[in-house]
């Protein structure tokens, strides 16, 4: 069988397309989704079912229709949940939502496409030509789909350095990527834990430790040594930034300071930005990119990517008692030490080492930048042609329509992608609020290629 579509992959990007393709096609069209995960649409972010694990952005902003916003609030409310429009929910309960909206559209079999789950991963593309996009599975069958759409989002970031000295059980207690949560029943209360980053993904595991008995001392490792701040508890009012006429980044980011100087919240203005910031990136040139990357992207992350207020507050009441610390540095090396793992590291603007000891290290670097490493699919597209990465290395290639662009630049008839593997093109594509508007585009695009449409 040929699927005129297929999605592959199983977390929030893989939802958001499937839903809007279930709206937009016609009955007499069929759609594979392919995905091992366990919980379509959890992937990465919304498969913990930790409750203090929050969402980072506000419930009135995280429905998954891009034309219906208060969908996730209306959810909330249905379910009794008291989380108000500008509150921050549990991302458990934001996993439940996404399964219940897709299964309020699966009940309508008579209006709506044909919906196949296959639980596989998409190992290697075979061919990729109009009208026919073939994939070989792990369970060893093929799937051949007019159209396909990658879902893959990116995998974790590696470990700044190789471990390969440390074996046994030591080696265990190096957790490469903690999205896995199985490693936290394995943590007794007082060891000493150390977190490698001090981004979103250290709060997450913090607080995961907290949430599973863990008193000891944490010892937080990162370059800068810079956390996110937090969303405000009142409603804060997006500020449209005045932007000069200049596509230089110095200048842009030089207004934004100009006009939280003269009075508006730095919040508002990121949040007025937001709107613009896809069409602001394309406008840059790749040099401006590489700067921004480069210098602003630390400073970026903790203004754009904040925490809910009382997830902060948790927080700032570890670091104040102790129990977290912070340093900045650059990891050297993590070598066995008797029954416990020394890490060193060059303190940052320091000279020489300092040695430390700890019973694990948690990698929280965050995700891969470029997000091909972590994909065997995607490492054989490449080799093949069939895709190109992206220059900053941010991801691969896509066209403004999320098309995939191959080797020579080409769109790949009836190939696209969703979410931050394409923030090459976008750059603002890794959240809710963005992929649901690209999902939503392709399946546009998807639709106006299939017959059968304009009579719905
Ligand atoms: C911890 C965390 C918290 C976040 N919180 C928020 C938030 O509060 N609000 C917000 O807007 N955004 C948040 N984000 C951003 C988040 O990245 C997006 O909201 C969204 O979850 C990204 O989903 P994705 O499907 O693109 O990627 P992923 O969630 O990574 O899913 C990719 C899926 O593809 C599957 N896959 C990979 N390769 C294959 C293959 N070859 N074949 C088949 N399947 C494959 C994987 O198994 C995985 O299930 C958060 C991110 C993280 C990591």
Not at 18 to 33: D, Q
Not at 160 to 171: C, N, Q, S, T, Y
Not at 189 to 218: E, F, K, N, W
Not at 293 to 322: M, S, T, Y
Request: with cysteine; net charge positive; hydrophobic share 45%.
């Amino acid at each position: 069988m040929v699927y005129d579509v297929a999605v592959v992959g199983s977390g929030f990007s893989a939802i958001a397309e499937t839903v809007n393709l279930l709206r937009l096609l016609p009955p007499s069209a069929s759609i594979a989704v392919v995905g091992d995960d366990p919980g379509f649409g959890r992937g990465t972010a919304y498969r913990t079912e930790l409750h203090v694990h929050r969402l980072n952005v506000p419930a009135a902003r995280m429905s998954i229709f891009a034309d219906q916003p208060d969908d996730f609030v209306v959810w909330l409310r249905d379910q009794k949940r008291g989380v108000p429009p500008d509150g921050f929910a549990s991302r458990d309960d934001f996993g439940r939502y996404l399964r219940d909206r897709l299964a309020l559209l699966l009940r309508n079999r008579d209006t709506r496409p044909t919906l196949h789950f296959i639980k596989a991963k998409a190992t290697a593309c075979d061919q990729c030509t109009v009208g026919r996009v073939a994939f070989q599975l792990d369970n060893g069958t093929n799937l051949e789909a007019a159209n396909v759409v990658l879902c893959l989002g990116v995998g974790n970031a590696e470990l700044p350095v190789d471990p390969a000295g440390v074996k046994g059980i030591l080696r265990e207690r190096i957790v490469s990527n903690p999205w896995r949560l199985g490693w936290l029943s394995h943590v007794e209360p007082s060891q000493t834990v150390c977190i490698l980053g001090s981004g979103l993904t250290m709060v997450d595991q913090v607080l995961a430790l907290r949430a599973h008995g863990h008193r000891g001392r944490i010892h937080v490792l990162s370059r800068r040594g810079l956390a996110s701040h937090p969303h405000l508890t009142r409603k804060v009012v997006p500020v449209v930034p005045e932007l000069p006429s200049s596509r230089e980044i110095s200048m842009i980011l030089a207004a934004l300071r100009r006009q939280v100087r003269t009075g508006a919240d730095w919040r508002g203005v990121m949040d007025g930005l937001r709107p613009l910031t896809q069409g602001l990136w394309q406008e840059l040139s790749h040099a401006q990119k590489s700067r921004f990357l480069r210098h602003a992207l630390a400073w970026w992350n903790i203004h754009r990517h904040r925490l809910a207020p009382d997830v902060f507050k948790r927080l700032e009441a570890l670091l104040g008692d102790g129990t977290v610390t912070v340093r900045k540095g650059f990891l050297q090396t993590i070598e066995e030490d008797e029954r416990q793992l020394a890490f060193a590291f060059r303190p940052r603007g320091g000279v020489g080492g300092i040695r430390m000891r700890a019973d694990w290290i948690i990698n929280c670097t965050g995700m891969e930048r470029a997000g091909i490493a972590h994909s065997p699919l995607l490492r054989q597209m490449l080799e093949d042609g069939l895709i190109s990465a992206d220059k900053l290395g941010l991801g691969i290639c896509v066209s403004r329509n999320a098309q995939v662009l191959d080797r020579d630049g080409s769109t790949q008839p009836g190939l696209f992608a969703v979410g931050a593997l394409t923030a090459g093109q976008f750059w603002e594509i890794t959240a809710v609020p963005d992929i649901r508007v690209q999902a939503r585009n392709v399946a546009v695009a998807i639709s106006e290629y299939l017959p059968g449409v304009a009579d719905i």
